[in-house]
């Protein structure tokens, strides 16, 4: 089975730099399409879909929240999906999550909005980024 593995939250300041990793086991990136996504949850708040990727046609999705500021990138070799998160927010601090579509995949737009996010089979745990005042 698919098994995700979040890395990288932590506490940085505002303006600061943070880099989020999901590994994927199990699967092969070179060998078959994919669409990796990451979705975050604040307290009190609904999940949103922040970033996504999508092998299938190479579409990238960011939130507006996030244009400008984050960038999600795949490496093949590694199996890793990446988001290099700059000039955090304290509207950023939350539990981040990697989400996967393995197979039989399509655009990233579909998986990052509306209720897509429900296509994604595996999940990982999540990985807390706090960014302070």
């Known amino acids: 089975d698919v098994q995700l593995q979040a890395s990288g939250g932590g506490l940085v300041q505002t303006g600061g730099s943070l880099r989020l990793s999901c590994a994927a086991s199990e699967f092969k990136f070179a060998f078959g399409d994919y669409a990796i996504g990451w979705f975050r949850q604040a307290p009190g708040k609904e999940r949103e879909g922040v970033s996504c990727i999508s092998s299938t046609d190479g579409s990238t999705y960011y939130a507006d929240s996030v244009k400008g500021r984050f960038t999600i990138s795949s490496d093949n070799a590694k199996n890793t999906v990446s988001l290099q998160m700059n000039s955090l927010k304290p509207e950023d601090t939350a539990v981040y999550y990697c989400?996967?579509?393995?197979?039989?995949?399509?655009?990233?737009?579909?998986?990052?909005?509306?209720?897509?996010?429900?296509?994604?089979?595996?999940w990982g745990k999540g990985t807390l980024v706090t960014v302070s005042s």
């Open positions: 989400a996967a579509d393995m197979g039989d995949t399509i655009s990233a737009d579909y998986y990052c909005s509306g209720y897509g996010s429900y296509s994604m089979d595996y």
